[in-house]
């Protein structure tokens, strides 16, 4: 199994490229049997309400932005 560098888009704007879901990394889960994931967190709506954090596998979130959040 490949090594992942987990930290490479903590707190960098990020898109999954299935759904078009963007967020900040917040989170990575790395299992024995493979599928990692990152957690993505929304920006806070225009309505001000906080939207859920989702779960994407790792080949399908590519990085938005290069500076930090």
Not at 25 to 47: H, K, V
Request: glycine share 10%.
């Amino acid at each position: 199994m490949a090594e992942i560098d987990g930290t490479k888009f903590f707190e960098k704007q990020v898109t999954d490229t299935v759904t078009g879901f963007t967020g900040t990394c917040i989170g990575l889960c790395q299992y024995t049997t493979g599928s990692d994931q990152y957690l993505i967190a929304p920006r806070i709506g225009s309505d001000r309400l906080y939207r859920d954090s989702h779960w994407f596998d790792v080949g399908r979130v590519v990085l938005v932005v290069e500076n930090e959040i």
